[in-house]
């Protein structure tokens, strides 16, 4: 079962930073905090990780709290093409080969003009 | 640089029949998985591969089997299928590289 809780859906106007929250209060020691996002029923498309400290990418930034019971995923300047459901994901770290991703539901976020 | 490929990318079958789907990871990625989506579901997976040997195992029926060839690449068999069995396949692989999986563009499984 998914160990993370998502809203269901937000809103965001295009421009404006998005910023997704997630909900991990279970999370192991051992285990990272994920960020995918499906556009449309594509494949879904990494978009960050990170174990405790705050990461940065071309495509996001993620804040994990001090504890890591809770993260946000931030957009810093919302597109139209960044309207997709986003999926917050705990797992140990893929490259050992020995864990996969489970999805949960996710949040819808939709940007608007 | 180069993708998960996936094949067919679209797929219709007749209930009852078998279909099977390929996977063609990034190249030097030596684990798989597989995930199956639902309409209007979340993905849920179905079944990995490392290095040839089955890693792990989800909800994957007993019709379903799959296997990694030597090359890496990996099919999903699909047998007596049921309408149920209409979904999006995905398709992921993972290397010593990093720590992300890559998702293939999926193949959509219609039984009709």
């Known amino acids: 079962d998914a160990k993370t809780t998502q809203p269901p859906s937000m809103d965001c106007a295009e421009g404006r930073a998005a910023n997704l929250p997630c909900n991990h209060s279970?999370?192991?020691?051992?285990?990272?905090v994920y960020w995918y996002r499906q556009i449309h029923s594509q494949g879904p498309q990494y978009i960050i990780h990170?174990?405790?400290n705050n990461e940065t990418n071309e495509m996001a930034s993620l804040i994990i709290t001090e504890d890591r019971k809770s993260s946000t995923l931030i957009l810093p300047h919302a597109t139209l093409r960044d309207t997709a459901v986003y999926y917050c994901?705990?797992?140990?770290?893929?490259?050992?080969?020995?864990?996969?991703?489970?999805f949960g539901t996710g949040t819808r976020l939709q940007v608007f003009p | 640089a180069a993708g998960v490929i996936q094949s067919p990318r679209h797929l219709i079958k007749e209930k009852r029949e078998t279909a099977t789907l390929k996977c063609y990871p990034i190249?030097?990625?030596?684990?798989v998985y597989w995930y199956q989506q639902g309409p209007g579901q979340d993905p849920q997976f179905l079944i990995s591969?490392?290095?040839?040997?089955?890693?792990d195992k989800g909800s994957i029926p007993d019709r379903f089997s799959a296997q990694q060839f030597s090359d890496y690449h990996s099919e999903l068999n699909m047998s007596s299928l049921e309408l149920g069995d209409s979904a999006l396949y995905f398709c992921?692989?993972?290397?010593?590289?990093?720590?992300?999986?890559?998702f293939g563009q999926g193949t959509r499984l219609t039984v009709v």
């Open positions: 992921a692989s993972s290397g010593p590289g990093g720590p992300e999986a890559f």
């Open positions: 279970t999370i192991s020691g051992n285990e990272y």
């Open positions: 990170g174990l405790k």
């Open positions: 994901i705990v797992s140990p770290l893929l490259a050992y080969n020995t864990d996969k991703l489970i």
């Open positions: 190249p030097r990625h030596d684990t």
């Open positions: 591969f490392y290095e040839k040997m089955q890693s």
